[in-house]
């Protein structure tokens, strides 16, 4: 595998390259302080990656994801009584469409040319659909020449198949590949898959992982994207 040429490079979107907690805490009712906006917003995040991989579990087919992220939201209120009366209709509308608009990390958009100026296809691998993608496209800047979605493949990370029909959809094989995420459960699909790993490490994802532990299961672990193309030059 050492001798192997990477041709292409795989990239998670929110989280990894998208700064979603700063969209969320931005749309979350004003009147919450800063902290609780905060610990709402990670939480939220948390429960909509735990009703994918219910879903997963039970075989059941990718949902829209503004359909879980509402479902998810509302669940989460619920657990919450004292936030609830602060969420009318218009105010959870608000907070699911912001998902379709969020910033790009700063170390992101220059990784990325880096990464096409040296010569490597870079695409989107998420779990999500199309329509997000394409919005979040926009509101971050960022280019790709191609975007894959769990609704598009139809089925979510880190499933084996996943890997697998993406990188067969692009005639290369798992080892000429480099999945790039800031989430353990991907970076280890894609492990398991045959693909090489750059886990990106981000505050506001994998809150309940052992940093140590991933540390080791990845080909490389960075703190930012501001290294990636050279590390990529190493696989």
């Not at 991989?53 to 989460?76: H, S, W, Y």
């Not at 700063?106 to 779990?127: H, Q, R, T, W």
């Not at 898959?193 to 750059?198: K, N, P």
Request: charged share 25%; proline share 5%.
């Amino acid at each position: 595998m050492a001798d192997t040429k990477v041709k292409a490079v795989f990239f998670d979107f929110m989280g990894t390259c998208l700064d979603w907690h700063s969209g969320a805490i931005r749309v979350l009712p004003q009147s919450l302080t800063e902290s609780n906006r905060s610990k709402l917003a990670l939480e939220w995040r948390h429960d909509y990656f735990d009703a994918n991989a219910a879903r997963l579990a039970a075989n059941q087919p990718p949902e829209d994801i503004d359909v879980t992220l509402l479902k998810t939201l509302v669940a989460l209120l619920d657990k919450h009584p004292e936030h609830k009366p602060l969420f009318d209709e218009q105010t959870n509308d608000r907070c699911v469409s912001v998902w379709h608009s969020m910033p790009a990390w700063s170390d992101v958009p220059s990784a990325v040319e880096k990464l096409k100026e040296a010569g490597y296809e870079v695409f989107v691998f998420a779990n999500g659909t199309p329509r997000l993608q394409l919005n979040l496209c926009k509101s971050s800047g960022l280019k790709f020449d191609m975007l894959f979605s769990s609704e598009i493949l139809g089925v979510y990370k880190p499933a084996p198949e996943s890997y697998q029909k993406t990188v067969s959809l692009v005639k290369v094989k798992p080892e000429e590949s480099v999945m790039v995420a800031a989430h353990a459960y991907d970076t280890r699909g894609a492990k398991e898959a045959g693909m090489r790993t750059v886990y990106i490490h981000r505050w506001t994802d994998d809150i309940n992982e052992d940093m140590e532990v991933v540390k080791g299961e990845n080909d490389f672990f960075l703190e930012d994207m501001t290294d990636l193309v050279e590390v990529i030059g190493r696989l």
